[in-house]
């Protein structure tokens, strides 16, 4: 049980500062993923957290007390890192054992302690195996199963599947969340992976250049985006971008190529500044006969998935995306192309920020 | 012409079987999507291909020639590898032209000037021309990489993996680059990854290769839709399909308690393995079977719900608004014209026995 908050947190490496005034309150029992790419600070604000790492100023606090100060072995929380770092001369059941050695415990106390954890990881058969003899997601389940068997207030993994192949993932994915659930431990997860961010969090943080950029459920980070970054950053494909000038007629997309809009949406955009729109390839839509809303176009390139396909688009100078059902328009076609502008986003070009709609 | 034949390959490292009577033929122009994990067999085919392997046994043809004696060099193949391996003290400039600076070639300045700028051209680098390719970013340097085969304009390409260090945003701009180049060029495109993305995503055809053997060869939606077995049914598709072990008995299917309907199955009482894809599993009331919701998986467009069927779990995808909760009992279904069904033992589709 924690409730962990970071207050103001700058942290410098020498004259890179790579936390910029990290300000986040993770809630007791939540579990928060913080998604970026590599060098965002999303490790370095975990290991601080941790107490692996000092920070240069800024409190953090755990349920309401200071523990920057405080050495990690302090701070009763555990962390799972990528690389398993288990005990090769020791068995798994020594290896979960391991840090209930400081534990003032009866024998029968630890063991029961030791075998409730390794229940809960499906890893009970393993017990007497040597790390050696374990699969990579089974010596993953056994670092995990260390960190959780002295019931620390949170656990901190810093991408712990990323090593394991994508379908080892998947299931390690299902099983990280219901051990999360059933312990009702805070966990903080890192990781570069938007689909493990979409599918494990219930707040997603998302950072860049040492910043936050936003902190939401993953259907507030899906479906509105603070800015471009995050945009970007989340889905797959990624969210299109063009540049547009709103016009009486609906939105220039450069050259001839004009959406057709309601007068209702271009009414709204600020004038004067330069703005994109950005909108996900299951909002465009894309068909072989026209009407209200179209737009004439070709289609350059399609990308068969089997459950799906990527069509590509172009309009003006820009090409789009668009997800669509199997077989349903063919390479080099005249299409017609519209959006559903209920799931139109329009960002400021120069400050990447979202404009929100205020109707 | 540069059609690509191997007949009867087999080649050993050590105790270690890489390739074990490979047959493979692509066709001129095409373009050919090896599929395989680690250790398949896949950079070992392509380096066969190229003459830096020398094989245990078998025959490599180029358009229609034994190029078994042939040097790497003789074989106008050009190799783009994941690590891009640029000359980083040189411009893009410098890097490309190299290639035709060789001493077996001579071309005048030139028809080098000529093929550079060309080939800078086609990959949108010419801004880059002039630039130290340290200065350069991943996909740009790997755009330079392709650069430097593209201009001795070989008639094929063998691509190990050259996506795979990117990032996700790239690979998939650099996805449609290729294919657009490949159809530009002509040329024969052999394309070797593990990601299914990719070989769906740009094969004309796809080949599926398991321990050195080449398991199935087909289109992407071949390969999708009428997998030769289980192997092929799970190396394409995510989530991967369901298999779930069951009996036909009188046309419909009977799977933990429950009777879901099939279509076009003969009427014969059997154990099979059915095999359906998670998009083609229905959450309805009044659905034929139950199960618990293990997991749901928020991936923006799409949920991906997991459901606890006792010894198995089932995926299914779902629209992105379809409320469900974790631990609720739903009832589900299939599409019946969509349920493959597989031998428990052989792994064989029987549709296709």
């Known amino acids: 049980m924690a409730r962990i908050e970071l207050r103001n947190i700058q942290k410098f490496f020498g004259a890179v500062q790579v936390l910029k005034d990290v300000n986040l309150t993770i809630e007791d029992g939540e579990f928060v993923v913080m998604l970026g790419q590599s060098g965002c600070g999303k490790t370095t604000t975990l290991r601080a957290i941790a107490g692996l790492e000092t920070v240069t100023s800024g409190t953090i606090s755990i349920d309401g007390r200071a523990v920057q100060d405080l050495r990690a072995a302090d701070r009763d929380i555990a962390f799972v890192f990528q690389s398993f ?22 024998t029968s106390d630890r063991e029961s302690a030791v ?22 997601g089974d010596m993953q389940r056994v670092a995990i199963g260390r960190a959780l068997v002295r019931r620390p207030k949170a656990l901190l993994m810093d991408e712990p599947i990323g090593a394991l192949d994508a379908k080892l993932r998947e299931q390690m994915r299902a099983e990280i969340k219901r051990l999360h659930i059933s312990r009702n431990s805070t966990s903080v997860y890192v990781t570069h992976d938007q689909i493990e961010a979409m599918s494990l969090a219930d707040r997603i943080v998302v950072m860049h250049g040492g910043l936050l950029q936003q902190v939401g459920t993953p259907e507030e980070v899906y479906n509105r985006p603070s800015n471009l970054f995050v945009a970007q950053f989340v889905g797959s494909p990624v969210m299109n971008v063009a540049e547009i000038a709103p016009q009486s007629g609906g939105l220039s997309f450069g050259g001839d190529a004009m959406l057709p809009v309601a007068p209702g949406l271009v009414s709204h955009l600020p004038e004067g500044r330069a703005l994109k729109l950005g909108i996900r390839p299951e909002a465009v839509v894309v068909s072989e006969t026209g009407g209200a809303g179209t737009v004439q176009s070709r289609v350059t390139n399609i990308e068969p998935l089997g459950s799906h396909e990527i069509v590509d688009v172009t309009l003006g100078a820009t090409t789009l995306r668009a997800r669509m059902e199997p077989g349903r328009v063919r390479t080099g076609a005249p299409v017609w192309v519209g959006i559903d502008t209920e799931r139109a986003h329009f960002f400021d070009a120069e400050s990447g920020l979202a404009l929100r709609r205020t109707a | ?58 025959s490599v043809l180029i358009g229609g020639r034994d190029v078994g004696g042939w040097t790497a060099a003789q074989r106008d193949v050009a190799l783009v590898l994941q690590q891009y391996s640029l000359y980083p003290r040189l411009t893009v400039r410098g890097n490309l032209e190299f290639p035709l600076r060789s001493k077996i070639r001579s071309f005048s300045e030139a028809e080098i000037a ?42 094929v390409f063998l691509m190990d993996e050259p996506l795979s260090a990117l990032d ?45 053997r080449l398991v199935q060869v087909g289109t992407p939606s071949d390969i999708y839709d009428r997998p030769l077995n289980t192997f092929v049914a799970r190396s394409v598709g995510s989530p991967p399909m369901n298999l779930i072990d069951g009996r036909l008995a009188g046309g419909a299917a009977e799977i933990g308690g429950f009777r879901l309907p099939v279509d076009g199955k003969p009427a014969v009482e059997r154990t099979v393995t059915f095999g359906v894809r998670p998009e083609n599993v229905t959450l309805q009331s009044g659905a034929p079977a139950e199960a618990r919701v293990f997991d749901i998986e928020d991936q923006g467009v799409i949920k991906v719900i997991t459901l606890d069927m006792g010894e198995s ?21 299939w599409k019946a014209d969509r349920v493959l069904t597989f031998d428990p033992d052989s792994g064989h589709n029987l549709a296709l026995a």
């Open chain 1, 85 to 106: 770092s288990l005990y090769p001369h020791m068995t798994v059941y020594e290896n979960i054992a391991f840090p209930l050695r400081a534990v003032r415990q009866s």
């Open chain 2, 168 to 212: 996700a945003k790239l690979r998939e701009s650099l996805r449609v680059e290729l294919k657009r180049l490949h159809s530009d060029l002509g040329a024969t495109f052999l394309f070797v990854t593990h990601d299914q993305v990719e070989a769906m995503s740009m094969g004309d055809k796809i080949g599926v290769l398991r321990q050195g």
């Open chain 2, 114 to 155: 000529a093929r550079v700028d060309k080939a800078a051209k086609t990959l949108q680098i010419t801004h880059l021309l002039d630039r130290k390719v340290e200065r350069l970013s991943g996909g740009e340097m790997q755009r330079v990489s392709i650069g430097r085969a593209i201009v001795r304009q070989p008639s």
């Open chain 1, 115 to 136: 075998r409730e954890v390794a229940r809960v990881l499906g890893i009970e058969r393993l017990l007497n195996r040597k790390p050696s003899a374990l699969s990579g």
């Open chain 2, 313 to 333: 779990r089932l995926h299914v995808t779902v629209p992105a608004g379809t409320r469900v909760a974790r631990d609720e009992l739903v009832r589900f279904g």
């Open chain 2, 1 to 58: 012409m540069a059609r690509i034949e191997l007949k009867g390959i087999n080649k050993s490292y050590g105790a270690q079987r890489a390739l074990r009577d490979l047959d493979l033929v692509v066709e001129d122009g095409e373009f050919f999507v090896l599929l395989g994990r680690t250790g398949a067999g896949k950079t070992t085919t392509l380096r066969a291909i190229a003459g830096l392997e020398k094989l245990d046994s078998g």
